[in-house]
Nanobody, 124 residues
Framework: VQLQASGGGLVQAGDSLRLSCAAS????????MGWFRQIPGEDREFVAA????????YYADSVKGRFTISRDNAKDTVYLQMNSLKSEDTAVYYC??????????????????WGKGTQVTVSS
């Protein structure tokens, strides 16, 4: 499956952004989907994941209550709604797909397909 993230940009602290990840070649309904982020020089960090049907979601503690992951299988698209953004949310955000979510399988938590990232910059 090919993944393409979009929606990044430059915003101020407290603002909101919605990232989108469009899939091609295969339907995303076969995959658990996730969002990760990476700051240059640091390891990629888990942000959120969502089950194949959307019934279950998982979040990093640092974004819980501020970010919401969702999916539209009919559109083969997964979203990340980011509210109350902070300067520490600045990173390149990547969407990912896998056959199962595994919180203990670090660092990728079961994700095996990765898209190109989109830059999110939050100014304080």
């Amino acid at each position: 499956v090919q993944l393409q993230a979009s929606g990044g940009g430059l915003v101020q602290a407290g603002d909101s952004l919605r990232l989108s990840c469009a899939a091609s070649e295969r339907t995303i309904s076969n995959y658990v989907m996730g969002w990760f982020r990476q700051i240059p020089g640091e390891d990629r960090e888990f942000v959120a994941a969502i089950s194949k049907t959307g019934a279950t979601t998982y979040y990093a503690d640092s974004v819980k209550g501020r970010f919401t992951i969702s999916r539209d299988n009919a559109k083969d698209t997964v979203y990340l709604q980011m509210n109350s953004l902070k300067s520490e949310d600045t990173a390149v955000y990547y969407c990912a797909a896998g056959y199962a979510y595994n919180s203990g399988y670090l660092p990728n938590r079961g994700m095996i397909y990765w898209g190109k990232g989109t830059q999110v910059t939050v100014s304080s």
